[in-house]
């Protein structure tokens, strides 16, 4: 499997052909889910949920479907009858090629006066990959890869940390960075390198990994 990592907090991941791509927000590229053939979406949140990016995916590719909760379904289901699907924690399902189990139900505490809405994971190919969206969610089962979202107005890095320690991955890649600077970059890198307990990564944008 490759990873393609994008802007912030989305994944491009390739398999036999077939490309399924995470969360392409309004903080990723313009052309992020271009060429999909399947698309899964954690939460509303617009960097990573943009309605316009994902609709011209969908009319650039009349064979790719869409992935995720209701409040995102609701807004682009209409438009592309039987392609858009509404999933839940504790859902299985076959994407492209790629097998996903859905994980959690709630997004992260911003601050107690805020709402909060629903978020899913997505654990992709029996753990090969677990992306998280906007929750410090722990799957319960063995992770390989982890895209780990490292810097957002909803977490600390001591929490950070400890999700790592708490899933336990093999590898852990940075997502949900575009708020982070340069500066603060090995800060991170060496913190959560030093004390996660599994080994620490971060690719550039457009820049790709061998899973």
Known sequence: MKLTKMSHACVRLEKDGRTLVVD?????????AVGAHAILVTHEHPDHFDEGRLRAA?????????????????QLAAAFPGRVHTVGHGDTFTAAGFDVQVH??????????IPRITNVGYLIDGGKVFHPGDAL????????????????????ISEVIDYVR???PR?????????????????????????G???????????????
């Open 197 to 211: 307990g599994a080994e620490h990564l971060r690719l550039t944008p457009g820049d790709a990994a061998e899973l």
């Open 58 to 74: 969908l009319e650039a590719e009349p064979a790719a479907e869409v992935w995720t909760l209701k409040a995102v379904a609701e």
């Open 166 to 168: 708490e899933v336990a």
């Open 104 to 113: 959690g139900e709630l997004h992260a505490v911003i601050h107690p006066d």
């Open 137 to 156: 969610t722990v799957p319960g089962l063995p992770v390989e890869t982890l895209m780990l979202p490292v810097h957002a107005p909803w977490n600390k």
């Open 24 to 32: 392409p927000g309004g903080f990723s590229e313009p052309d992020a």
């Open 171 to 195: 590898r852990a890649y940075d997502i949900h960075d575009a708020l982070l600077t340069d500066l603060a970059r090995p800060i991170y890198d060496r913190q959560i390198g030093a004390l």
